[in-house]
């Protein structure tokens, strides 16, 4: 039954059906979470280390379900075989804990058959189950309210947008200690906090995401593709659909809104040059670094346009080759700038064979990966580089390009090879690229 539930609300039919059921039936069946909640929308059974899990969050999109997985996992703490007793509920303010957790369409009164419903003391801030269960609410504009309270359980809805969400934090964490197992769960849009990235990499965390299409079938019509083509691939579209938590380093050479004040729905026609660069990886290893490919285009007015980024990883020389030339074609681009400093030979002989007469243009680096892509940032500043589009894969790295240890580079250690191809690309476009010994095969 519960196979059949998710295959209808996945193939976006579940509407259909709930129409044409009785009003009995379609009461039983809006009780019945376990049957057609999402998996995602479901307590996790175990945390990322394997044990139990004390915090399970879920980071999900705008209109995701979050809500509905929160109050559905509060109906079950306070009217299961083991109620308990004590649950906190904490929003951003007192007024979204009412509006949105408790008395919202898909808050904890909404989830309740009619008759079973617990009572509402707004007084009182609380929620009252026939059992004896208490639901408490809290502000996170208030976080001394936590002294002296103790729970065991609490849902604590949208941290990421809460002013004083760590100070929020610590307070319920010394009142968590009633109960064999006192457990969280967080439900929230993520952003990059701190506090949510410690709660993220706790080993006791479970975590569950979901975008805003997983739930495609209980928003409006046409609402999912009316966002996708306003917000898809953007920063705010990947954070407030996707439930991405986007990085960004505050020593790093681009910024997210650096970017987003550079996007274009497209390039604009009469491109006067147009390149695509490759950053061919050290090695002919599939476990070798990822190779680059980027193609840009620069207008009458020295304005460049980022088109496209088909950066490959895991592949053999022969199968990235043939994807860049292939992308030559398909742009008409004037010239393939290929970096020759390691295995420059090598990489120059499978485009020569990919792509007989496609034009090559070998360029050298005589400068580090940081003194190189600086003046590119800054033509971004200036105004100078737009990107047609979103391309997500490479605004990451370029948001996470900065000072290590060892120099400049990615947090993560990993070669920056989508941001190394836009480099040379946009240098050869408008910083007058120096190259190496002029090799370029023509049509």
């Not at 705008?62 to 075989?81: M, N, P, Q």
């Not at 009316?226 to 917000?231: D, V």
Request: hydrophobic content about 45%; charged content about 25%; aromatic content about 6%.
């Amino acid at each position: 039954m519960r196979d059949t539930f998710l295959e209808l609300h996945e193939n976006g039919k579940l509407n259909s059906l709930l129409s044409e059921a009785s009003p009995g039936i379609l009461r039983h069946w809006m009780t019945q979470w376990d049957l057609w909640g999402r998996p995602d929308q479901q307590p996790p059974a175990a945390a990322q280390g394997g044990g139990p899990w004390s915090v399970w969050l879920i980071l999900g999109g705008r209109g995701a379900g979050k809500t509905r997985a929160g109050a559905e996992w509060v109906r079950a703490l306070a009217t299961g075989r083991k109620p308990v007793g004590r649950i906190a509920l904490l929003g951003e303010t007192f007024a979204d804990v009412r509006d949105v957790m408790v008395e919202g369409p898909s808050g904890i009164l909404a989830v309740h058959p009619r008759d079973k419903r617990p009572r509402w003391e707004s007084s009182r801030r609380r929620l009252a189950w026939p059992n004896g269960a208490v639901a408490h609410a809290f502000s996170a504009e208030d976080p001394e309210s936590l002294r002296g309270p103790q729970f065991g359980a609490a849902w604590l809805d949208e941290l990421a947008k809460w002013r004083q969400a760590r100070e929020t934090w610590d307070m319920l964490q010394f009142g968590m200690r009633l109960g064999d197992r006192p457990r969280q769960l967080v439900t929230t849009t993520p952003r990059p906090l701190p506090l949510l990235k410690e709660i993220l990499a706790d080993p006791h965390t479970a975590v569950c995401r979901a975008s805003t299409a997983a739930n495609r079938a209980f928003l409006a019509p046409g609402f999912i593709d009316m966002m996708a083509r306003r917000y898809g691939g953007t920063r705010l579209g990947r954070q407030e659909l996707m439930g991405e938590i986007l990085e960004e380093r505050q020593d790093a050479l681009w910024s997210r809104d650096l970017i987003e004040s550079c996007r274009e729905a497209e390039a604009p026609a009469g491109l006067t040059r147009i390149v695509v660069a490759v950053d061919p990886p050290a090695s002919s290893s599939k476990r070798a670094d990822a190779c680059g490919i980027v193609a840009a285009g620069i207008d009458a007015d020295g304005v460049v346009h980022v088109l496209a980024d088909a950066t490959l990883a895991g592949v053999r020389p022969a199968a990235w080759a043939a994807a860049a030339c292939a992308l030559v074609r398909r742009l008409e681009a004037d010239a393939l700038v290929v970096e020759v400093n390691q295995g420059g030979e090598m990489a120059q002989a499978v485009l020569a064979e990919a792509g007989p007469g496609v034009p090559v243009t070998p360029v050298r680096a005589a400068r580090g990966k940081h003194l190189r892509a600086e003046p590119v940032a800054h033509l971004y500043e200036r105004g100078r580089v737009r990107h047609a589009g979103s391309f997500p894969d490479l605004e990451d790295e370029l948001c996470d390009f900065g000072p290590t240890a060892t120099g400049f580079g990615l947090s993560n250690g990993r070669s920056p090879d989508r941001m190394d191809a836009l480099v040379w690309a946009v240098t050869a476009l408008a910083l007058g690229a120096k190259t190496a010994e002029p090799r370029v095969r023509r049509m």
